[in-house]
């Protein structure tokens, strides 16, 4: 537990970047709210290859760490970085280039499509950031330091929220962008995250026992930190494919249809949120138990896990089905999205608890570097 709850605090606030920006533009109309969560699908789809991939540094180092060979956990780290950064700026800039014709082949409406495009761009600009964050947060929380991580994250998300409010309304001096305000506000909170991290990952005090200094490339050490990272960011990447498609299909269906699924999907990520962040908690210990060859401790903190997330899983299950209108009113005072959302967070509340238990044990799975089942199991479940 005092391992897990900074993890879920800090899964809680990533995740509030994305509803902070719902939220403020659903006030603009259905059309924006829609575009917001509809270009935020498919730019996560696209990226989370490496941000999934990125996380896999996190097996490795807590298996040295509880092995007793801290020395070798700094050099992780910078193997995860020599891999993520040049392949995301690539992917971020291809990207920037064939947004319109890649929006105009899934098809959305043209007003959608506009103002998808307006929030897209100026948004990859924190993509390389966001990924670079996912290296520092990997590193530790395979040390099991799971308050760095939160102090980042709460910084970057009042950083966000403030731009969002000037940005996206033209408040505090700044001008109006609408949109476009909230893809900025987002890029640059998720930069200031990985700046934090990144001055937090150079104290003395960590080089000296992690030896967190530069290191150069390990072409070695970058084969099997691929070999183990990749299928966990094929993981996310198949998974999060299978519900842009999805997502696709609602936004074929109309503004506010997709609206009203947007509005759902930041309720939504907010509670599996809390599962994942169970989940890494319960990937660190697994790994540094195994590391320390202890498997009955190993096996104790996955049940452990499991219980927790039920226990969370269970409560919004309840809060789901208590409020939904409530809830939808977060994202929007459009009456007809309201309507059409309700529903949508009452089944919802029905697969809380088993989605809690996927989510820990193929965290644990990963902890003891068995990141090819969850891998499969995801990829044939997703669709």
């Known amino acids: 537990g005092l391992l ?12 509030v970047m994305g509803i902070v920006d719902s939220a403020m533009v659903g006030r ?6 829609a575009a917001v969560g509809f270009a935020g699908v498919w730019s996560w789809t696209v990226f989370c290859l490496f941000f999934g991939t990125a996380s896999g540094i996190q097996t490795f180092v807590a298996q040295a760490d509880g092995a007793g060979r801290q020395r070798e956990c700094g050099s992780w780290a910078w193997q995860g970085l020599y891999v993520i950064v040049p392949t995301t700026l690539l992917s971020a800039a291809v990207v920037w280039l064939a947004a319109p014709v890649l ?7 043209e007003e959608l499509q506009e103002a998808a495009l307006f929030y897209l761009r100026p948004r990859l600009l924190g993509i390389s950031g966001i990924a670079i964050a996912f290296v520092w947060i990997s590193f530790f ?28 309304f033209g408040k505090l001096g700044l001008p109006a962008w609408e949109v476009a305000g ?6 640059i909170g998720e930069w200031i995250y990985a700046i934090f991290l990144a001055v937090a990952f150079s104290r003395r005090v960590l080089a000296e026992r992690f030896a967190t200094r530069f290191v150069g490339p390990d072409p070695v050490d970058i084969r099997r930190f691929v070999r183990v990272g990749l299928p966990i960011g094929g993981q996310w990447m198949i998974d999060m494919a299978s519900f842009a498609v999805f997502t696709t299909l609602v936004a074929r269906m109309g503004d506010v249809e997709m609206a009203a699924s947007q509005a759902f999907v930041a309720l939504l990520s907010m509670s599996f949120m809390q599962a994942i962040g169970i989940s890494v908690a319960a990937s660190t210990l697994v790994g540094r138990y195994i590391g320390a060859e202890d498997r009955t401790a190993a096996i104790r903190s996955y049940h452990s896990s499991l219980k927790f997330a039920g226990i969370l899983g269970s409560a919004i299950a309840v809060l789901f089905l208590s409020v939904p209108d409530l809830l939808m009113r977060v994202f929007t005072d459009d009456a007809e999205v309201i309507a059409l959302g309700v529903p949508l967070v009452r089944l919802g509340a029905a697969f809380q608890l088993m989605d809690a238990f996927g989510i820990v044990a193929s965290g644990s799975l990963r902890g003891a570097g068995d990141t090819r ?3 499969l199991a995801q990829s044939a479940l997703a669709w």
């Open 4 to 15: 897990a709850y900074p993890v879920i605090l800090t899964q809680l606030s990533a995740t």
């Open 28 to 33: 603009l109309g259905a059309t924006e709210l």
């Open 103 to 109: 929006l105009g082949w899934l098809g959305p409406s």
């Open 141 to 168: 929380r395979g040390v099991g330091d799971t308050r760095t991580p939160l102090y980042a994250a709460l910084t970057a998300n009042v950083v966000n929220a403030v731009l969002d409010y000037g940005l996206i």
């Open 182 to 187: 909230a893809g900025a506000a987002t890029a």
């Open 373 to 375: 089942w969850p891998f």
